[in-house]
């Protein structure tokens, strides 16, 4: 194609673009004037149904701020019979324009070959269409920064492209959803009965397509009714992680997910106020094996429990019974005690009690009844805790207890749970192994396997497949600057900070197995560089990381109990893999000795 074609293309896109960005802060003005008449007039409705209106009208007025700064990611010009049309497809729909949401059925046309095309109606009806356009956009800010289009008259032809960022920043969410392909897509429409598995790699998007599922069923006219009988929960595995993804979702119009941890959540379920989560790590000169107390407790988890008293409720007491016949147990119990804090091993078993003892989780709710005069009266009821969808991030690092005490709490009408992880990447002590350990089994229909990777450069990929892992390297991935490694700590200590006071603006992860590998580190810490432990930063990206204390000790742990000292290998093996992939463009290691 001619530069000049290319151009009268782009230019027609911008300007239509222009007009489309004008009529939707139009709509968006109405919809907040609309709000504004609805509460001045506060003796049209009755309290009851100005709320569901004004929810109505807020919810448009949210949409069409997020729609806004990207308002489609694909046109396609179809006929259907003797009338054509021009089809733009986006986050949310504006029929004005002829903008339909990306959870549509015709949506599914923009994955098709030019030529005949068909979709089903979620009444059921099919339809069939031509298709004779093709464009694909990445729009941020109001403005087009990537442009593809083919017909019958060219081939597909890059018509326009600026520099794309891979940071967690701007428009990510736009950019997802304007590269989905259609195995994604498919995924992201796969029935909703029953749970659903999907791994990959770390950086593969494995997560966000799971939220991007979750935003379908909760908008799709087939699920919508269904998912809206109970909540739904997202559990991940840090703060860092929660802010980011409750941040996400907004963006696709969901408000009524809860994200969390699986310790915030158990503390919550259980009234611990005053309580902290988190793994059993107290330091200050205690001589306590803390690998061996994790490995220990995961060993009582497969042992029946005993009964929990319903009179009062004492968490340290209740373990104590569990752990008594174990003198390093029950001493690593009273300095937990002294600091209120309760591991991950802690939390399921006194939920499992509680189950054993009540039959369920349980919750309070408020429920309305008609009284007399009509008159509404509000009563607390003690009900089952119920979700319709839960979805577990990383679920590899789950126990089988775990997993099997948030399943008590699905819905009976759904079922639904919803996996992301490899059980192969395991990076905590006494997490399921296999699936039927929680009763599951995956057809390949309810298991997406996602393979390229999005996060990181060509350089380090292939360094991170020559330290042994088994990882896909992508044709088209681009290349970044070597990965740079450092024995000696002064030689070191010299680069690191030279490469921190280089990359202005960048983020910088300082990232080691354990506390000791960070502590010199510390003087480092600021707005742009994090110093965390390799676990910390699950979940978390870097334009640049460090990763210090990498050598024998780490890789290669010794122990007296083979058993633990297997899977303390297997597990930091993993760690030392989630440490390479966290990082996008820079990556050095800081070896204690040759690997």
Not at 40 to 52: G, L, P
Not at 529 to 555: N, P, R, Y
Request: one cysteine or more; glycine letters at 6%.
């Amino acid at each position: 194609m001619i530069d000049k074609k290319k151009k009268n293309l782009f230019n027609s896109a911008q300007k239509h673009l222009k007009g489309v960005v004008c009529s939707i802060s139009d709509e968006h003005k109405k919809a907040i004037k609309q709000i504004k008449n609805l509460n001045s007039n506060v003796h049209e409705y009755d309290d009851s149904v100005r709320k569901k209106i004004g929810s109505i009208y807020a919810n448009r007025a949210d949409e069409l701020f997020h729609l806004k700064p990207s308002p489609f990611v694909a046109r396609c010009d179809v006929s259907f019979g003797d009338a054509e049309e021009t089809l733009y497809f986006g986050k949310f729909s504006l029929i004005e324009e002829s903008i339909y949401s990306w959870i549509t059925p015709a949506a599914r046309i923009r994955f098709e070959n030019l030529g005949e095309v068909s979709y089903t109606l979620s009444s059921g009806e099919k339809r069939n269409a031509k298709l004779s356009r093709k464009d694909q956009f990445l729009i941020s800010k109001e403005k087009i920064v990537f442009m593809a289009s083919e017909s019958g008259e060219y081939e597909r032809t890059l018509i326009h492209q600026e520099y794309l960022t891979n940071r967690k920043t701007g428009f990510v969410l736009p950019e997802i959803i304007a590269q989905m392909e259609k195995a994604q897509d498919k995924v992201i429409r796969a029935n909703p009965d029953g749970s659903f598995l999907i791994s990959g790699p770390a950086g593969s998007g494995k997560t966000t397509l799971a939220l991007h599922r979750i935003a379908y069923l909760l908008q799709s006219p087939e699920t919508i009714e269904l998912y809206g009988k109970a909540p739904i929960i997202v559990f991940v595995q840090d703060e860092s992680t929660r802010q980011y993804f409750s941040s996400l979702l907004p963006e696709l119009g969901i408000h009524n997910v809860e994200i969390t941890t699986y310790g915030i959540w158990a503390l919550s379920k259980m009234g611990l106020q005053g309580y902290i989560c988190g793994d059993t790590g107290i330091e200050g000169g205690i001589e306590i094996d803390w690998n061996e107390i994790s490995f220990k407790k995961a060993m009582i988890q497969h042992k029946e429990l005993p009964k929990m008293s319903k009179k009062g409720f004492d968490p340290f007491a209740w373990l104590r019974s569990i752990y008594s016949k174990d003198k390093q147990l029950v001493e690593a119990l009273i300095y937990q005690e002294k600091e209120n804090r309760l591991d991950y091993f802690d939390l399921t078993f006194l939920q499992s009690g509680i189950i054993n003892r009540d039959g369920a989780l349980l919750t309070e709710i408020e429920r309305y009844f008609e009284g007399k005069n009509s008159r509404l009266i509000r009563k607390k009821e003690i009900v089952p805790l119920q979700y319709s969808l839960v979805m577990l991030d990383e679920v590899q690092n789950y126990s089988a207890k775990q997993i099997q005490t948030i399943k008590s709490c699905l819905h009976p009408d759904t079922k639904s749970m919803l996996y992301t992880g490899d059980l192969g990447q395991r990076t905590r002590i006494g997490t399921m192994t296999i699936w039927n350990e929680v009763d599951e089994e995956f057809s390949s229909e309810r298991c997406a396997e996602l393979k390229k990777v999005y996060r990181n450069t060509r350089n380090i990929l292939q360094y991170i497949k020559g330290q042994g892992y088994e990882i896909e390297v992508p044709d088209a991935i681009p290349s970044g600057s070597e990965v740079l490694e450092y024995q000696k700590s002064e030689e070191a200590k010299l680069h690191i900070d030279k490469l921190i006071s280089e990359k202005e603006g960048l983020l910088v992860g300082v990232l080691g197995f354990e506390d000791k590998d960070l502590r010199k580190y510390e003087y480092l810490k600021s707005k742009k560089v994090k110093v965390m432990t390799i676990k910390e930063a699950q979940g978390v990206e870097f334009d640049t990381v460090i990763l210090v204390g990498v050598g024998d000790e780490a890789l290669q742990p010794i122990h007296k109990n083979k058993k633990l000292q297997k899977e303390l290998r297997h597990i930091n093996k993993n760690l030392f893999y989630v440490g390479l992939t966290r990082a996008m463009q820079t990556l050095v290691i800081i070896k204690e000795q040759s690997l």
